[in-house]
């Protein structure tokens, strides 16, 4: 028995691309990020569906995930790989036709000397101190880079999801400093950067997260909806505690319900004493600690038994989940975890 089920809605998931593609203007082409299992929700449906409505380049973290990504469209769409030509990976690279976005000299040399002649992008750094050429090793290199034609030259944004913060503008003046003139298509945006207007979009956006239906694109649709099934209801009597460290003490009498996820399930231990799981639009707060396999919450009110209580419903989202955890849903949807019984709807033709 699976701990929980995802309910994955491929045409929500597909009308989001739409809607980014559209925020990022005529004759901009826009992407679609899909590394790390396309945030969680399966990879290959995600690149298919996603290939259907009309992306035809593809932004994966790990050559392994573009041998995911390749496999499930077969050969053509662009493949691009944010961490470029690492050492093991030239046969990958090569073998599948994957676009290495390259980040140091010695990268680019490993690609020369490794598969010559073959595509290639540049990743430039503009300020986040993570990942690319930095300005003057870009300047040192960029005259024989060109010449060998690179087929994307990109940066990434660092506060994007912050349209006041004076990174932005920073960041847009240094990547325009660098690549004016290149005459390779640019691109500088993921999701916050297509929100942030045309300045930002250049040839090519990269949406992620607001494609799986989350912040920082606030129109996004849900995509994800997660339930899990009841194993055991009990009544807890006045003074008695619920689960590991005894953190919570009923102060009346409670109906209490135990689901079956937890923790290994990407359940965020913050969430103990604090999150909700939903029934047919009702809030019921988890009672004491989340465990690795299970999650007690309080039925009292409802009731009835449930079948099932939700954590992703149309009352709570991802976002909403993270703000509780503490973190963002990024992490929410990247630690959705593997023992879950996955449920794809839509998609027709994928
Ligand atoms: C993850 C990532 C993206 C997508 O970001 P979202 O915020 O999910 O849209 C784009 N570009 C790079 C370099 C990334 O690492």
């Known amino acids: 028995m699976a701990t929980g089920t995802l309910t994955i809605d491929l045409d929500a ?3 989001n691309w739409k809607a980014l593609d559209r925020a990022s203007g005529a004759g901009v082409e826009t992407g ?12 290959d449906r995600v690149a298919r569906v996603l290939a259907q409505a009309g992306a035809r380049r593809f932004f994966v973290a790990a050559a392994e995930e573009g041998a995911q990504i390749r496999n499930a469209l077969g050969p053509g769409p ?7 030509h690492m050492a093991g990976d030239t046969d990958m690279i ?32 503009t300020g986040m101190n993570r990942l690319g050429l930095e300005p003057a090793e870009w300047a040192a290199v960029r005259d024989i880079v060109l010449a060998a034609g690179p087929v994307l030259i990109m940066s990434h944004l660092a506060c ?4 006041g913060h004076p990174a932005n503008l920073q960041q847009l003046t240094a990547f325009r400093e660098m690549t ?35 912040l920082p694109f606030p129109e996004a649709e849900p995509v994800v909806g997660l339930s899990f099934p009841v194993i055991q209801t009990r009544e807890v009597q006045p003074g008695e ?8 003490t009923a102060p009346e009498r409670r109906v209490v319900a135990t689901v079956t996820a937890g923790y290994a399930d990407g359940m965020h231990r913050a969430l103990s004493n604090r999150g909700q799981l939903w029934f047919e639009g009702t809030p019921c707060p988890i009672l004491g600690r989340v465990s690795m396999d299970l999650i007690t919450a309080d039925i009292t009110h409802l009731g009835t038994v449930p079948p099932a209580l939700d954590l ?3 009352e709570q989202g991802v976002d909403a989940v993270a703000d509780t955890a503490g973190t963002i849903g990024y992490e929410i949807m990247t630690s959705l975890g593997r023992r879950y019984a996955r449920r794809y709807v839509g998609g027709a033709g994928t």
């Open 32 to 43: 679609a990020v899909v590394k790390a299992d396309g945030y969680g929700l399966g990879g």
């Open 180 to 214: 004016d003139g290149c005459a390779v298509p640019r691109s500088l945006s993921a999701t916050g950067g297509v929100l942030l207007g045309p300045n930002y979009h250049f040839d090519v956006t990269r949406p992620g997260m607001g494609v799986y239906g989350g």
């Open 241 to 248: 505690s619920i689960g590991y460290g005894y953190t919570f």
């Open 312 to 314: 992703l419903c149309p």
């Open 94 to 125: 090569g073998d599948l036709d994957l676009v290495p976005m390259l980040n140091s000299v010695d990268q680019l040399t490993r690609h020369m000397e490794g598969l010559p002649g073959r595509a290639f992008g540049i990743q430039l750094d």
């Open 160 to 163: 994007a999801d912050e349209p």
């Open 78 to 84: 662009q493949i691009c790989v944010f961490s470029g």
């Open 13 to 15: 998931l597909a009308r």
